[in-house]
């Protein structure tokens, strides 16, 4: 007799054992099916998604992740939507790895499904596919009751990059959860507008210390920056240290000469991290720079 652990290269054979009795023997050929790299396989796998297993169904989840394009994600659809939880997690996971802009007609029409948990899978896998047509439903999600969902509609809009979407994560600046707001600050990274700078500005003195830090990172990529230098030398106070941290990185890529002296004192700061940013290269840079523009 065979081992169930043996490759298979026959899908055929693959498919007989997929009929097995023993839930087992089907979750160790669906790992097989995965392995194999073989497209074929994907019609294989869906035809699975309705085990009575939940362990043979998170196996197929895993396995489809394995792939990409329209058919596997369409299998993985009806996954995500799956009664047991640790099923729906792995569709949902799968699906986070998908690149192909294809996929995104199988999970689109889950962007409105009455559970939260599916709403936020399918929207953290159209992230990555970056498909212009799902701006639309990801601003809609910005209204949604629940945070997560917000949060992950977020990140679909700031890896499209678009500057139309500026005015409603602006807004989103002020949403009731802190982590919502954090990813809204993130997302503003990608514009170099003034108005992005702007409104990043503000999140510095946010309530939640993640947030703080998150615009503190973030001012130091846009191009009008500069103009939160005074702020971002406040933040060299804040009572968080990773907040200090991050405003003295911006404050070194932007070459702010007058932050010199407030970023010298990090340096008997009582957390190491803190006490050797920036480089001395960079410090150095920065005391020539205020040099050079003084009187």
């Not at 729906?88 to 939260?116: N, Q």
Request: a negative charge; charged letters at 25%.
């Amino acid at each position: 007799m065979s081992s169930p652990f043996e490759s298979y290269d026959d899908l055929d054979d693959a498919d007989e054992r997929l009929q097995a009795a023993d839930p087992a023997e089907r979750r160790v050929a669906i790992i097989a099916l995965g392995h194999s790299g073989d497209p074929a396989a994907v019609g294989h796998l869906a035809n699975l998604v309705a085990d009575p297993d939940a362990g043979v169904r998170q196996q197929v989840a895993m396995a489809l992740g394995e792939f990409d394009g329209l058919e596997a994600a369409a299998a993985l659809v009806k996954l995500l939507v799956d009664p047991e939880r640790i099923v729906a997690a792995a569709a949902a996971d799968s699906l986070a790895e998908f690149k192909d802009p294809a996929s995104a007609d199988a999970i689109l029409p889950l962007v409105s499904h009455p559970h939260a948990f599916v709403r936020t899978g399918a929207l953290r896998a159209l992230k990555e596919l970056r498909r212009k047509d799902t701006l639309k439903p990801a601003l809609e999600a910005l209204q949604d009751p629940d945070a997560a969902v917000r949060a992950q509609a977020i990140g679909v809009i700031g890896f499209l990059k678009l500057e139309e979407s500026i005015p409603a994560l602006t807004a989103v600046i002020h949403d009731a959860d802190p982590h919502v707001r954090r990813a809204a600050v993130s997302a503003l990274a990608f514009s170099h507008l003034k108005i992005a700078a702007e409104t990043i500005i503000k999140a510095l003195g946010d309530a939640d210390w993640m947030v703080r830090e998150m615009a503190a990172e973030t001012l130091g990529l846009n191009t009008h920056g500069s103009i939160a230098a005074d702020q971002l030398i406040a933040c060299l106070a804040d009572e968080y240290w990773q907040v200090r941290l991050k405003a003295i990185r911006s404050l070194g890529r932007m070459k702010i000469g007058h932050a010199v002296r407030a970023i010298g004192q990090s340096v008997t700061h009582e957390h190491a991290n803190l006490r050797r940013k920036p480089p001395q290269r960079s410090a150095r840079s920065l005391r020539l720079r205020a040099s050079r523009s003084s009187p």
